[in-house]
């Protein structure tokens, strides 16, 4: 079992930065990589950005690519989403999410097997 929770959403204006972060704990938490979802009102769960446990690996979804950053510190099993420059359409419920797959890609839902219960984010205009 894997334990995700996730911290640091508020409201900020857009052109604006915000970081959200995502605690992990459980057993063999290294052993699964890593990935940031959101859900916008009234609009489906889409992919954000994805990490494997090491860091060496990233991903993004193109919406977000050169705005957003994720990292992990591996000394605090935490997970950390920073986001520039963000826009209205950022709004959303942004959810940590853990994977045991080896690659880092455009995950779907339905690859992750643990999900924290999100932290929102809203951008106003």
């Known amino acids: 079992q894997v334990q995700l929770v996730e911290s640091g959403g508020g409201l900020v204006q857009a052109g604006g930065s915000l970081r959200v972060s995502c605690a992990a704990s459980g057993r063999s938490v290294s052993s699964y990589a890593m990935g940031w979802f959101r859900q916008a009102p009234g609009k489906e769960r889409e992919f954000v950005t994805a990490i494997s446990w090491s860091g060496g690996s990233t991903y993004y979804a193109a919406s977000v690519k050169g705005r957003f950053t994720v990292s992990s510190d591996n000394a605090k099993n935490t997970v950390y989403l920073q986001m520039n420059s963000l826009k209205p359409e950022d709004t959303a419920v942004y959810y940590c999410?853990?994977?045991?797959?080896?690659?880092?890609?455009?995950?779907?839902?339905?690859?992750?097997?643990?999900w924290g219960k999100g932290t929102l984010v809203t951008v106003s205009s």
């Open positions: 999410a853990a994977t045991r797959k080896r690659w880092v890609g455009l995950w779907t839902s339905g690859d992750m097997e643990y």
